[in-house]
Every structure is written in C-alpha cells, then in structure tokens.
C-alpha cells in the first residue's frame, strides 16, 4: 500500500441472496486523486473513470468552453503516446474510452475486458496528466469543437433547452451553454487552455472510481505512480445565482414543430429534500406512466416525446419539462401541461403514484449492479459530488423512508411559482 494514502472501508452494499458482497473500499492519495473502488467477482470487464470536479461553470466567460476543450485535446495524443496509438491499444481491447464534460464536473473513462485494470489506470494517467496540447491539435479541435456548434444550433431541442438555461440562471455561469459561444471557443489558445489544465487538474478536484475485476491496493498503487504530481492546487470557488428567473423567450425559427421548454429554480444537490422531489418529479414526468406522459401522448396524441427532469447542483438547482408538437397544437399542448403542472402543485401526488416511483427507483439502481460501468458511475458520482459513495442498502432505505407528505410539500414549493418558458418554431 501507498506510504502517503488513507484508506476506509469496506461499505457493503445489497446483492442478491447467495453472491458474495461487493465491497467499495477509498483511499485518499495525499499527491493525487482519492480513489474508490469496487469489486464485482461475477464481472467479465473492469470500467476505470476519473471525475475532474471543474466543469463549465468554473470559466470566465470570456474563456466559456474551455472545460470542454480541453476534453478533447486530452485524446489528441500526450508526451508518451500519439493519438492514433490511443485509439488503438483500446479498440485492440474491444473496449471503450471516452468523456464527458457538465457544467460542474468533467468525467474521463475506460471499460476494458477483465484484466484491463493497469490498462485503464496507465491510459488515463498519460492522457489526464501528460497531454501534448500541440498548437496544431488546438486548432484542429476548434474546428470540430465549431462543428458541434453548429449541430447544436440545427437542433431546436438543444436550442430551446439552452435558452431555458439562460432564463432561469441570467448572467450566472449555470446559465452558460457547456460548449462555450462561437466568440469564446474562437478566442481560446493553447497557453490559456494549458494554464487551465494545470490550475485544475490537480488532487483536490481528482476522484478514480473503478468496477468490476478490481484489485484495490494494487489499483491505488498504480494510480500513485500514473498520477504522481498531481498534487496541490485548489477546488472551485463558487457563487450561487442571485438574479431571479427573467421572463420567457422566444426564437422563431421554420422548424416542422415547435420546441418547448418550462423551467423552475429548485432545490441543490445537498438538500436533504432532493430524493422527495426526484420521486415526485419522476410522477410527474419520468415514464411512461406518468401524468405527463399519459395526458400529452396517450391521452391526447399531442407530443411524440415529454418528459420532466430535475439538474441539482452544488448550490442551486433547476426542474424542467420538455415537448414538441405541430404549430396548431402549440397551445393545447402548453394548456394541458401547465394544468398537469398546476394539479400537481396543489393536490400533490397519490400513494399509489409515489409507490411505483419508489419501485422504479429501487429497480432502477439494482439493474445498473448488472454493469460495470454503472458502478463505475454510482462510486464516481458519490465520491466526487457528495464525498462519500452511500451503499445500494442505504439507498434503498432512505426511498422507503420518504413520506408522500414531504414529496408533496416540495413540489409545491418549487412548482408554485409560475414557470420560465421557452419556445423555438415558426412564427405564429
């Protein structure tokens, strides 16, 4: 075991009747990331992923987009290894490496075939610690970063969700498309985006979740060698919106149908309410069952696609509803909506409703223990954005412990006030 490392564990979470427990075990590296883990003996694959805690948020907006960026020059090739070798040590694995950038967090990883555990911890080590960040790749990914641009501004359903962002967070970073503007990913050069690399990335804002096939003392000691020097630096300072939501918006494009969109400020991540809400919004809006998806679609035929769902951050929060419909239909579609929204909010949810969400949640989590990378997700999210990974057990036991009481005070606290709509399509 590392000299300069913390360890904590086992957390057994539930499995089913006669398999062994898997056991999350954490170290914290005093040079680098905290690393969390979890074997899985009837795994055929070891999934490895590395949380960076500094997301889109976390840029001057003269500098919005450099989160994303910069995760993708980290595949363009690092010191050691060119790109093209990148890509084909892991497809010669059949396995995959790939990335993803929030607004509070980017998340790097690999899912390899079992025994590809010092693969996957030396790949992310080269690529998240010693990245060439050539010139020439800079400008290569800013075209492709230009490109992704411009399919996000073809797509009304993007379109219209930023434009719901900027209404409820406006002139906050949350309210910031994660990619960054034209103007900002333009304007972004290579020393800019090496300062934030090393500014950020670095041991406080460092988690390495892995599952699977997992050796945990010799995955800590490989990640000591892979990560060393990743010490110091600090986490985010961060502002929580003051501004209240600005009032609707519109963009008219000739598009076939028109995109809508109603937002809520709600609840972060941290209140302890933040289940209750995530049951109750799953009633209102999170399957097929639900009330939206029965009065829009099956009710009425009036949307292919509606759906609710709520983004908690670090301090703030926001629960959206998204639909599309034919032009005629706009306003039958925004009437019945908000009188499904409007019901909810003052009458709450049934027993029965909040029972099949309990299930469904309950479900939900035990069906992602069938996947590596699930548990991958489950350990990185839960170290990196809670500090801690809560077993299945404890999961399960604080859904059941949630009265319908409480996931209806919530509701109406967040759905009372009158929703931020945006809309894009033709003109009326």
């Not at 960054?180 to 804002?205: C, M, Q």
């Amino acid at each position: 075991m590392n000299e300069g490392a913390r360890t904590a564990g086992p957390n057994v979470g539930a499995v089913d009747a006669g398999q062994p427990a898997p056991t999350v075990q954490t170290t914290h590296l005093d040079d680098g990331p905290t690393v969390v883990s979890e074997r899985w003996e009837g795994a055929h694959s070891v999934s490895v992923g590395v949380w960076v805690g500094v997301g889109s948020r976390d840029e001057p907006a003269a500098r919005a987009g450099a989160s994303h960026f910069l995760e993708h020059l980290l595949f363009k090739g690092t010191e050691r290894r060119s790109a093209r070798s990148i890509a084909e040590l892991v497809d010669g694995s059949g396995g995959e490496m790939n990335a993803a950038t929030g607004k509070e967090f980017t998340a790097f990883y690999a899912r390899l075939p079992a025994g590809g555990q010092d693969l996957a911890v030396d790949l992310l080590g080269d690529v998240l610690c010693g990245p060439a960040l050539r010139a020439a790749d800079v400008e290569t990914e800013r075209r492709v970063i230009l490109e992704e641009l411009h399919l996000q501004e073809d797509d009304p359903s993007d379109v219209v969700a930023s434009l719901l962002d900027e209404a409820l967070f406006p002139d906050h970073d949350l309210g910031r498309e994660v990619l960054g503007t034209r103007k900002s990913v333009e304007a972004l050069d290579r020393d800019g985006i090496a300062a934030f690399h090393d500014r950020w990335y670095r041991s406080p804002n460092l988690v390495l979740a892995a599952a699977g096939i997992v050796d945990h003392d010799l995955l800590v000691e490989s990640v000591a060698v892979a990560f060393a020097g990743r010490g110091g630096g600090e986490a985010p300072k961060r502002s929580a919106p003051e501004a209240l939501p600005c009032g609707d918006r519109t963009l008219r494009r000739p598009t076939e149908s028109v995109h809508m969109a109603w937002g809520w400020r709600s609840i972060h991540r941290h209140d302890q309410r933040r289940r209750a809400l995530g049951l109750g919004v799953h009633v209102l809006g999170g399957g097929l069952s639900s009330r939206l998806f029965q009065a829009v679609r099956e009710d009425r035929g009036l949307a292919y696609s509606v759906f609710a769902g709520a983004h908690l951050y670090s301090d703030a929060g926001a629960l959206g509803i998204h639909a599309a419909t034919e032009p005629d239909r706009a306003d039958e579609l925004r009437r019945v909506v908000e009188d499904e929204v409007s019901a909810v909010a003052e009458h709450g949810i049934t027993a029965d409703e909040l029972e099949i969400a309990r299930r469904g949640f309950e479900g939900a989590r035990l069906l992602g223990l069938e996947d590596s990378g699930s548990r991958m997700t489950r350990l990185g999210n839960g170290q990196s954005l809670y500090g801690r990974v809560e077993s299945v057990d404890e999961f399960v036991a604080s859904l059941r412990a949630i009265r319908l009481d409480e996931v209806n005070a919530v509701l109406a606290e967040v759905l009372t006030p009158a929703a931020t709509l945006a809309m894009v399509g033709p003109p009326a």
